[in-house]
């Protein structure tokens, strides 16, 4: 079945340290996407990537840093300098295109970072 | 620019009860629109959409109808259930920009 991928489920970090979280897509879609949601909040865009080797800086991309290496993975470093990480992380890809879905993201299960 | 509004939640009521949730965008040009869902712990999933006026998405006993004249896209479902608690969340695409608009997310809370 395809779909979109995260691991680990939860993380725990301590502080100082920098983290890489996992998405991997087999829906063979361009794009794909990290977000990130605190409590009670909506979603902000972190970073996005339309083709592989190139990404761009979403509204809060200070302290993350990602990788487009390949079409199928999307990995997200929580980097010491991101002051509060504690948040869920959500991954998402979607088609390329203004003939594809209208842009119908679709998302992974999401880790849970907790910094302790 | 472009943006979505959505009602604050949460939303409580009682399981069989008429559910409106409001969804309001502004967009320069003709957007397609979106309601997704996000049950407890989980990633989000998409309800349904709609990609011009007077399109009406429907899934799982929700509905919206794009409205253009309004820029509205509200959901509604006739009869809730207890297992429909989850937040709901309204966003627009525009065709030249892989990019979601989002809507700050309205929580629904059903009770038995």
């Known amino acids: 079945d395809g779909g979109i991928t995260q691991s680990p489920k939860y993380l725990f970090r301590k502080e100082g340290q920098n983290v890489t979280l996992s998405c991997e897509q087999n829906?063979?879609?361009?794009?794909m996407y990290w977000y990130r949601q605190d409590p009670g909040q909506g979603l902000r865009l972190i970073y996005y990537?339309?083709?592989?080797?190139?990404?761009q800086k979403g509204d809060i991309a200070e302290g993350y840093s990602v990788s487009r290496e390949k079409k199928e993975s999307f990995p997200l470093t929580v980097t010491s300098a991101q002051k509060n990480p504690t948040a869920f992380y959500l991954c998402?890809?979607?088609?390329?295109?203004?003939?594809?879905?209208?842009?119908?993201?679709?998302f992974g299960p999401g880790t849970r970072l907790t910094v302790l | 620019g472009n943006s979505v509004t959505q009602m604050e939640g949460p939303v409580t009521l009682s399981e069989e009860a008429f559910l409106t949730i409001n969804c309001t965008y502004t967009?320069?040009?003709?957007?397609?629109l979106f309601w997704y869902v996000q049950y407890p712990g989980e990633g989000l999933q998409l309800l349904l959409k709609a990609t011009k006026a007077d399109d009406k998405g429907s899934n799982k006993g929700f509905e919206a109808t794009y409205r253009k004249e309004t820029t509205s896209f509200h959901l509604e479902k006739g009869s809730v259930q207890v297992s429909d608690s989850a937040v709901y969340f309204c966003?627009?695409?525009?065709?030249?920009?892989?990019?979601?608009?989002w809507g700050a997310g309205t929580k629904l809370i059903i009770k038995p």
């Open positions: 990537s339309q083709i592989v080797n190139d990404f």
């Open positions: 967009a320069t040009g003709y957007p397609s």
């Open positions: 966003a627009l695409s525009m065709d030249s920009n892989y990019q979601l608009i």
């Open positions: 998402a890809s979607s088609s390329a295109g203004a003939l594809s879905s209208y842009n119908e993201q679709f």
């Open positions: 829906l063979n879609h361009d794009a």
